[in-house]
């Protein structure tokens, strides 16, 4: 199974009570457990989809109406848009709160795991000129390469010679997430990281050691930022926090799923 199967298959359902895609940010609001939850993904585009085209968002006008689980279930969808759609409905039925949650910073934890190490970072991230002064090598792999990024389509070549391999959530949209993890070396270090990351510990069963993701904690603010077209830092002020989960370690186990990850890929 998929990744994404695997995180529906453990969620609980709801009405859907609020959904804004906004220019950066995709946010829904439903109701589990007897609470209000929100849960944010990128808003991404497609670039088949314009005026007069197909549409990027099927049943646009009644989107409200779906179930949280239906709602969650767009994650499959080829549509980007659609996509994340999904991924917010299931970051929004994720519990509240799991044991393991810490504040460290994700930065700090692949500056830690590179250090004296190969590191691809799939994403450019904000963080990429500090990040590089602190590891061995660090690979930047982007859709859309500035300064000293790879194309992402490097990615074959890269990403087998990494220690390290930090992942943006936005690959859980695009669909891109299982064919990168396959490309990694057995043993190799991965992070996933950015406000859609789903904080779930079936991510572990999928080869990833660390998520580092966000926590929407007043809701309201966080809905009018993202219905104004906020960035994520602005929309951090209104109310996200940002948490990591640690696997504790490697078992046994976890070695052979690795090293068939790296057969698989080969």
């Known amino acids: 199974m998929s990744v994404i199967d695997d995180?529906?298959?453990?969620?609980?359902?709801?009405?859907?009570?609020?959904?804004?895609?906004?220019?950066?940010?995709?946010?829904?609001?439903?109701?589990?457990?007897?609470?209000?939850?929100?849960?944010?993904?990128?808003?991404?585009?497609?670039?088949?989809?314009?005026?007069?085209?197909?549409?990027?968002?099927?049943?646009?006008?009644?989107?409200?109406?779906?179930?949280?689980?239906?709602?969650?279930?767009?994650?499959?969808?080829?549509?980007?848009?659609?996509?994340?759609?999904?991924?917010?409905?299931?970051?929004?039925?994720?519990?509240?709160r799991q044991e393991?949650?810490?504040?460290?910073?994700?930065?700090?934890?692949?500056?830690?795991?590179?250090?004296?190490?190969?590191?691809?970072?799939?994403?450019?991230?904000?963080?990429?000129p500090r990040l590089r002064e602190r590891v061995g090598t660090l690979w930047v792999l982007e859709q859309q390469p500035r300064g000293r990024d790879l194309p992402a389509d490097?990615?074959?070549?890269?990403?087998?010679?990494?220690?390290?391999?930090?992942?943006t959530g936005t690959t859980l949209l695009n669909q891109t997430f299982d064919d990168l993890m396959d490309l990694r070396q057995p043993g190799a270090r991965v992070v996933v990281l950015g406000p859609s990351t789903p904080l779930s510990p079936?991510?572990?069963?999928?080869?990833?050691?660390?998520?580092?993701?966000?926590?929407?904690?007043d809701v309201d603010a966080v809905l009018r930022a993202v219905s104004q077209g906020a960035n994520f830092r602005q929309v951090r002020r209104h109310g996200v926090r940002l948490v990591t989960m640690q696997r504790r370690s490697r078992s046994s186990n976890d070695q052979q799923r690795d090293e068939n990850y790296g057969k698989a890929g080969a």
């Open 7 to 96: 995180l529906l298959a453990t969620l609980p359902d709801g009405p859907v009570l609020e959904l804004c895609i906004g220019a950066f940010w995709t946010a829904v609001v439903v109701e589990a457990d007897g609470h209000r939850r929100c849960g944010l993904a990128s808003s991404l585009r497609d670039d088949d989809h314009h005026h007069g085209g197909g549409p990027a968002v099927r049943g646009a006008d009644s989107l409200a109406e779906r179930s949280a689980s239906e709602s969650a279930a767009l994650a499959r969808s080829d549509s980007v848009m659609e996509a994340a759609i999904g991924m917010a409905a299931i970051n929004a039925l994720l519990p509240p």
């Open 100 to 128: 393991g949650w810490t504040n460290i910073n994700a930065e700090e934890v692949i500056a830690e795991y590179g250090a004296g190490k190969r590191v691809a970072l799939v994403g450019h991230f904000p963080f990429v």
């Open 154 to 167: 490097a990615a074959s070549d890269v990403i087998p010679q990494a220690d390290v391999l930090a992942i």
């Open 202 to 217: 079936v991510m572990y069963a999928h080869g990833v050691d660390l998520l580092a993701g966000a926590v929407v904690e």
